[in-house]
């Protein structure tokens, strides 16, 4: 009886030395996985983030950033995946890189092997065109489409981009055939819109809002589920009859196996760190379409759009 009682007090000292340990969370220095070059857009929101995230994670807690840049994000979302499970790497998680990558070949990480935290920012894709198009909306786009085949041309930021994969989304869903014209950034594709090289251009919301604002393009929808509230004229591709959500996400993950406790103080540390005035002042400089998901919405969203993924893969690979 002496034994039981010895043994049952030494699980209970256990559980409470655990359980203190994680409510002081974080005890040491957080690492951040970034999983592209410093400097660039992931990179520099991660660095605006974090001063907030520190700020409500509490008692001088600390993240620095770890640049992992390579194969488009595969290098460092392995890495992440493959770190610790104990709250101490966390790193920015971005789509579709994050779900296409192990669709389209095998990796070392998967989205089982991460625990997504909270998502930050959703930028939808969206189609804009140049006013002397005289197209407005979506179903004008199709109906050109179909009485101009071939004519409709497209810039994106690559095969297999998140402009490029909604493209190929929304022609699935509208029954046409546009042709695709890669091209490597972001400025070459508008320059491209603008300069009448291509029909309409495949870019995030953000990047195509103040053009649109100078009255320079027209922007057809938004890919998202609600509008974004920097585009808030603009309808969303559901409102106009085509059932595409795609865009950019921006969120944080962790290797799967995080404790719980960790979890829930960076999911909420994140929560206001995002709900911050002074953080949202400076997203709104950097046109950061603000979107927080908590872990479990975030895991749902990941999932969602992951299959549609799979689908698109199987009936229209990408990539050769």
């Known amino acids: 009886m002496k034994k039981s009682l010895k043994f049952i007090g ?6 409470m030395t655990a359980t203190a340990a994680l409510a002081d969370y974080p005890e040491r220095p957080i690492t951040m996985i970034v999983a592209y ?16 995230i520190e700020k409500y994670l509490g008692d001088g807690a600390t993240i620095t950033v770890l640049n ?3 194969a488009g994000g595969e290098i460092g979302f392995t890495a992440l995946s493959q770190a610790k499970p104990d709250g101490y790497t966390i790193g920015f ?6 779900l296409s990558i192990p669709i389209q070949r095998q990796t070392r990480y998967s989205l089982e092997t991460l625990e997504p935290v909270a998502n930050i ?16 909306n979506l179903e004008e786009l199709v109906a050109y489409a179909k009485e101009h085949p071939g004519e409709v041309t497209y810039g994106t930021t690559g095969i297999g981009s998140d402009d490029h994969l909604a493209a190929l989304a929304f022609e699935r869903a509208a029954g046409v055939q546009f042709e695709h014209i890669p091209f490597s950034g972001n400025a070459d594709v508008r320059a491209a819109v603008l300069g009448g090289h291509v029909f309409m251009a495949s870019m995030n919301v953000s990047e195509t809002v103040q053009d649109a604002e100078n ?7 938004q890919m998202a589920e609600k509008r974004w509230d920097g585009a808030p004229d603009v309808p969303t591709f559901q409102e106009q009859g085509y059932d595409v959500i795609m865009g950019s996400d921006r969120g944080i993950g962790a290797p799967a196996g995080i ?20 953080f949202r002042a400076a997203a709104k400089k950097q046109d950061l379409a603000l979107s927080f998901q908590d872990s479990k919405a975030f895991r749902a969203h990941l999932e969602a759009v992951n299959q549609s993924l799979e689908t ?7 990539v050769k």
């Open 312 to 318: 698109l893969w199987k009936e229209q690979p990408w």
């Open 121 to 136: 920012i959703y930028d939808p894709g969206a189609f804009s065109v140049r006013p002397d198009a005289n197209i407005t």
């Open 259 to 278: 404790p719980d406790e960790a979890l829930s103080a960076l999911t909420a540390a994140i929560e206001k760190a995002v709900a911050d005035p002074e």
């Open 93 to 98: 998680i971005n789509t579709p890189n994050l």
């Open 215 to 221: 009255g320079d393009l027209v922007i057809l929808g």
């Open 10 to 15: 030494t699980l209970t000292l256990s559980a």
């Open 68 to 70: 992992r840049p390579g």
């Open 37 to 52: 070059s410093a400097g660039g857009g992931t990179d520099v929101a991660a660095r605006t983030l974090i001063p907030f």
